[in-house]
């Protein structure tokens, strides 16, 4: 029973035609939150909290997105 198995790294989906990934940033207390912008309404879907950069390639392996897919907002 000393075996262990890693868990398999699974890929979430957003809609890639009305959603946008975003971080938002606070100028104030430098929060930031990783999510995805309706494109339509503008509404942000927050995900997850990035405190490190270790956070932030996580968010992109967890939904597939490129590091020049993603923009900042303030």
């Known amino acids: ?4 198995f890693r868990k398999k790294q699974e890929i979430h989906s957003y809609d890639k035609e009305n959603q946008q990934p975003v971080i938002r940033a606070s100028i104030c207390t430098g929060e930031k939150v990783a999510g995805f912008r309706d494109i339509r309404t503008g509404k942000i879907t ?3 909290l990035i405190r490190t950069s270790a956070d ?3 968010f992109r392996q967890l939904y597939g997105i490129g590091e020049d897919e993603i923009r900042t907002e303030y």
């Open 46 to 48: 927050e995900v997850m």
């Open 1 to 4: 029973m000393g075996l262990f």
């Open 56 to 58: 932030l390639e996580r």
